[in-house]
């Protein structure tokens, strides 16, 4: 069975500082790892991805997250917060299988609060 | 296109009663989920359709729970009756294409509260 792990269910950066969020996940097989951002009274949008291929992806909003099986981490990073990044994140892993539908399973969450 | 859709944005019911979630997905995609978060615990997969038909209900909490999506359009949600542990934010989401690459396009969520 999969899972993910969300290190911090609440991190404070200040603006300009770098922001990481940590997300280590368990799967039998490498998976397909995802990044999703919840912005207060919105739903769920997609950052980013990794699903094959090079193992730096970059998302929406000058977001990146590099994905490290040796670690089985996929942490997300921004070099310069900004106040408009203040949300809640959430890590996904869904299997890789021989096709068809896979489950995507969701991390608990961090909200990321940037300071003035 | 417009987005996911969901109605009400926010539902506040009495224990026993009963309440019905709606979810417009985006026109096209046949794969429609629901996923519940219950207050500062992860997002939990409730079940999958595609098209009209249940692929995956594994995460359907009990029989108080029944989903159904009449001719592969929208969705419905009841849950029927309402307990206080039922409170949470239920989410909706569709994608295009069935498999676990693809990254879902959620709803806002209908914040759900039982008192």
């Known amino acids: 069975a999969q899972s993910v792990t969300q290190l911090g269910s609440h991190v404070s950066v200040s603006e300009g500082a770098l922001v990481l969020l940590r997300c280590n996940y368990s799967?039998?097989?490498?998976?397909?790892l995802f990044w999703y951002v919840q912005y207060p009274n919105q739903g769920l949008q997609l950052l980013l991805k990794?699903?094959?291929?090079?193992?730096l992806v970059k998302g929406i909003n000058g977001f990146e997250a590099e994905f490290k099986k040796s670690e089985t981490s996929f942490h997300l990073t921004k070099p310069s917060a900004h106040m408009s990044d203040a949300a809640e994140y959430f890590c996904?892993?869904?299997?890789?299988?021989?096709?068809?539908?896979?489950?995507?399973?969701f991390g608990t969450g961090t909200k990321l609060q940037v300071i003035p | 296109e417009a987005g996911v859709t969901q109605f009400p944005s926010h539902s506040v019911i009495e224990k026993g009663q009963t309440v019905t979630l709606r979810c417009d997905p985006i026109?096209?995609?046949?794969?429609l989920y629901w996923y519940r978060r219950v207050m500062g615990k992860e997002i939990k997969f409730l079940l999958h359709?595609?098209?009209?038909?249940?692929?995956?209900e594994s995460g359907m909490p009990n029989n108080r729970f029944l989903a159904e999506r009449t001719g592969g359009t929208y969705s419905t949600l009841k849950v029927q009756p309402a307990e206080l542990e039922d409170s949470g934010v239920y989410f909706c989401?569709?994608?295009?294409?069935?498999?676990?690459?693809?990254?879902?396009?959620f709803g806002s969520g209908t914040r759900l509260t039982v008192v």
């Open positions: 359709f595609v098209k009209e038909s249940k692929q995956d």
């Open positions: 799967s039998s097989v490498p998976p397909y």
């Open positions: 990794y699903t094959t291929g090079a193992t």
């Open positions: 026109s096209g995609h046949d794969n």
């Open positions: 996904a892993v869904s299997d890789r299988g021989s096709g068809g539908y896979q489950k995507v399973t």
């Open positions: 989401a569709s994608s295009q294409r069935t498999g676990g690459g693809y990254g879902y396009t």
